[in-house]
């Protein structure tokens, strides 16, 4: 009896770490795959086409991009801290409602301090703050990983995820910012003389259809070079 | 308690609505004065913008009371309320009024004796609401400058018009025609103008067809509710229509 209420114990105080995290340390192997598998052979947009609708609406120019990027992680890697928290006390037959209210009170949350402190970037992405809480990656993260993992390794997932839905929506903004409006971040990067000689914008590459060309763009290379990605029926 | 029970359900709900709830009621009202702040301060650089004063949002408060001499209440017949002030009048709320209760807002500026109205607009985009302020000189005809903002326009297209290569196209149109009408400006798409101050026509932007026809019709319908106090308050001639 006593052995068993000192493991209690023990179990109490590494509520954070689960006993693998310990024995790996922080950054062991296994989490440091966490962080780093979703750029590459788990990308949330490029392999599991999650989130595709955001990097649609946000794309055309870098910089909502880059504060998306930011806003969306926050939210990741807070939202599967605390449902990996409640993991052991969520009835599951509510469990997509909890997960549903976690994110809607963090993205609002979000919102209400960028308002008061950080207006210019809250006028920069207006809409789309509220629509992180539809973004399927969240919602699909929560459900595959937070509900059964520990509090720390749900954060590093979460930022990890957040991290490569951010690379390629950087990168998809990149491209149809300077293609389309011959801008990076807002500046002239496309020099005169280009005009000069005839170079057009390309205005298509503004509207929605070309950020799922471009996304379709890189699945395709990134299928190229790693064929073991490619579905076999 | 069972996990799957109802009991422990309902529970686990309410307790979360509970703490979600007041978190959120919290920091809503923490930060409200520092939100108010920030929308009063935009305003004030806004409507200074339109004259072309050019000042950081947070120290907008002193030009704004050093320029602008006056703030006057209007009501649909060119009177002026005494029961509102102007800075005060929510455009969003005031739309829904009708328009012989409406109350609307006009700004005076005198920068170094040239005299200017500045008149608030709102209208709407292709996704929501556009809004803006636009500064006539004493004639009461020539745009002195404009400035556009908007809830919801599409980066890139429609958000556009907040940008100032498209407020300066707006320098020195004409609202009246060569006859005295009123007609506004209007934002025209395939404009072959070119520089042309006197056609009551700026060149749109490509791509965002429907919030430059929310500008055109907010710019036309806002002011024409101004042409009465204009006609009596002003030396210039009117023509009413």
Not at chain 2, 160 to 170: A, H, P, S, V
Not at chain 2, 208 to 234: C, H, Q, W
Request: overall charge negative; some cysteine.
């Amino acid at each position: 009896m006593a052995e068993n209420k000192n493991i209690n114990k023990k179990e109490d105080l590494i509520l954070f770490l689960s006993d693998t995290d310990e024995r790996e340390g922080l950054l062991g192997k296994k989490n440091r795959k966490l962080l780093a598998d979703p750029f590459t052979d788990n990308n949330p947009i490029t392999v599991q086409v999650l989130g595709i609708c955001s990097a649609l609406a946000i794309t055309v120019q870098l910089k909502p991009a880059i504060v998306m990027s930011i806003a969306v992680m926050a939210v990741m890697a807070f939202s599967n801290m605390i449902i990996s928290m409640l993991r052991n006390l969520i009835p599951s037959r509510i469990r997509i409602i909890v997960q549903l209210v976690v994110v809607a009170a963090l993205v609002i949350l979000v919102d209400q301090i960028l308002r008061a402190y950080a207006y210019d970037v809250s006028k920069e992405l207006s809409v789309f703050v509220g629509l992180i809480i539809t973004n399927c990656i969240v919602m699909g993260r929560l459900e595959a990983f937070a509900l059964g993992n520990g509090v720390y390794k749900s954060f590093l997932d979460g930022i990890g995820n957040a991290a490569g839905y951010a690379f390629i929506l950087i990168l998809v903004a990149f491209f149809r910012e300077l293609l389309g409006a011959g801008k990076l971040l807002g500046m002239e990067v496309i020099p005169q003389s280009f005009y000069d000689a005839g170079y057009v914008n390309n205005g298509l590459m503004l509207l929605s259809p070309m950020a799922l060309i471009t996304v379709g763009i890189i699945i395709w290379i990134q299928r190229s070079r790693n064929r073991t990605l490619i579905e076999q029926n | 308690m069972d996990r799957n029970s109802n009991a422990y359900t309902f529970l686990f709900v309410v307790l979360l609505i509970a703490v979600v709830a007041s978190a959120l009621a919290l920091t809503a009202t923490a930060l409200q004065p520092e939100q108010a702040e920030n929308v009063k301060n935009e305003k004030m650089q806004n409507i200074l913008g339109t004259v072309g004063i050019e000042v950081a949002r947070d120290s907008a408060q002193i030009p704004f009371d050093k320029y602008i001499v006056e703030r006057i209440a209007l009501d649909s017949k060119g009177q002026e309320r005494n029961d509102v002030d102007a800075f005060t009048v929510d455009l969003k709320k005031e739309l829904k009024k009708d328009v012989e209760e409406q109350a609307f807002p006009l700004y005076v500026a005198d920068i170094e004796g040239a005299k200017y109205y500045i008149v608030p607009l709102r209208g709407k985009g292709l996704w929501d609401a556009i809004w803006g302020y636009i500064a006539l000189k004493d004639d009461v005809n020539t745009i002195k400058g404009a400035v556009f903002d908007h809830k919801a326009e599409t980066p890139g297209l429609g958000a556009e018009i907040t940008q100032t290569w498209f407020r300066k196209r707006f320098d020195d149109e004409k609202i009246f025609d060569d006859a005295g009408n009123f007609i506004g400006v209007s934002v025209a798409k395939g404009y072959q103008g070119g520089d042309n101050k006197d056609d009551n026509a700026i060149d749109a932007i490509s791509g965002a067809t429907i919030t430059g026809d929310g500008v055109t019709d907010m710019i036309s319908e806002r002011l024409i509710n101004y042409l009465p106090y204009f006609k009596n308050n002003t030396n210039v001639k009117v023509a009413s229509n």
